[in-house]
């Protein structure tokens, strides 16, 4: 398939790379490529300058997010951040329409203005926003009636999303939710190809609620068993 | 052990049933056991009067909360709405001072201003209160700080967390978080004589912020798999 990966930080490059090894034709999209290219040094998480991916990954295109949207025959993973994705996608337009997006960031927002006891790598515990009653899942969703918005990969780091047997030999769940079933099923069929075994649709994009709000759990639980150490929740039913 | 359960509702039944079973001396609390023993009626969420149960549990004594704490040796279960559980708890006072209080309400708070697009039982998908920045294991260790608080449970059906081994033979995960590292032993402890095999200690009391997140994401899968299907989450490491 001709896939477009949006963004060009460590998750996108996880999917980027696990894409080309399936076989597929990867566009990946960034707001400027000559900058992107021009970067000379690591990006605030520490991820080395794209122009060292590229020459590590022979074959991949890179082009504006909406050049590289229009050269997918079908599906989009938006790598973009979650601070960003609206307004980013939203600029996007038209070539994004009929096309399923499948979006894993979690809306952190950073608020210098609260006190969070939680110390993080980049310093304090980042609250969600939007949360609880709305999500970026669905934002996204209203921003683009025209295209299929699917949630997923969004409860683990995407480094084991596309290398899923590497904890406990894969025995373990993703989920998937979005108003069209047929893109909740191409995105299960995309997960499938990546090793996934337990795949659970969720239904209606609402969903991304949860799945966005569970990562204050996923953080507590990667303190609890540190740094490094990675892991996958399993649901036992 | 003499065990206080602070409430008459389904879950606080789950755990007096079970710790009865287990031999301990239980001690129910109620906000006016007189009102709660005359109640001939079930309650919103269907479960019968409370004067049913104890006639099929004999040798529970029930008290006002406040004398079931006071009849605790180190141990109170809060099965006390989260709605009602800050001011119900702080109106008890001393009788908790130096406890181990373990709670595991869901801080649901219906808002009839707000609309939901998920159908519960309830009609609605109810928003937290508080969410995100704050927890209600932190509120209540906050109005209690003699008592030493420990979320658990939460992440679980009540009847389930006494009966572990319903579910895939036992193999899934409970989470402890709290101040005090002997009382998320006492906790550990508890659920281990429940039937535990992995209880997972994620340290300080600000992870019931992300245990009681959780709650959207445990209510999507309960929906996916369908009213009445009990499952569990396995942490997978």
């Known amino acids: ?6 963004g060009t930080g460590g998750g996108a490059r996880a ?22 290219l021009a970067r000379t040094e690591p990006d605030m998480m520490g991820t080395g300058p794209f122009k060292e991916f590229l020459a590590e990954h022979p ?16 599906l989009v993973i938006n790598g973009i951040d979650g601070h960003n994705a609206v307004a980013a996608l939203s600029a996007i337009g038209d070539q994004l329409t009929g096309k399923t997006l499948i979006d894993y960031a979690v809306p952190y927002r950073y608020n210098p203005d609260i006190e ?15 949360c609880d009653s709305d999500s970026l899942g669905e934002q996204i969703q209203r ?12 409860t683990q780091e995407q480094d084991t999303v596309v290398n899923p047997k590497a904890i406990g030999g894969g025995d373990h769940t993703m ?3 979005g108003e069209d079933a047929d893109a909740r099923q191409q995105a299960t069929d995309l997960l499938t ?14 969903a991304a609620r949860g799945m966005e ?7 507590a639980i990667g303190f609890a068993l540190g740094f490094g150490t990675h892991f996958g929740i399993k649901v036992v039913r």
């Open 1 to 6: 398939m001709k896939i477009a990966v949006l």
């Open 15 to 36: 999917h980027i790379a696990k894409l080309v090894e399936l076989g597929h034709e990867v566009h990946v999209g960034t707001r400027d490529p000559r900058a992107t």
């Open 59 to 74: 074959g991949i295109a890179l082009h504006t997010f909406g050049d590289a949207a229009a050269a997918s025959d079908g």
């Open 116 to 130: 969070h006891p939680w110390p993080t790598p980049w310093g304090v515990m980042p609250v969600l926003d939007p």
């Open 143 to 154: 921003a683009l009636p025209a295209t299929k918005v699917v949630k997923a990969f969004v």
């Open 175 to 177: 989920f998937v939710a």
């Open 193 to 206: 190809s990546y090793g996934w075994s337990d795949v659970l649709d969720l239904g209606g994009i609402v």
């Open 213 to 219: 709000m569970y990562a204050h759990l996923h953080g």
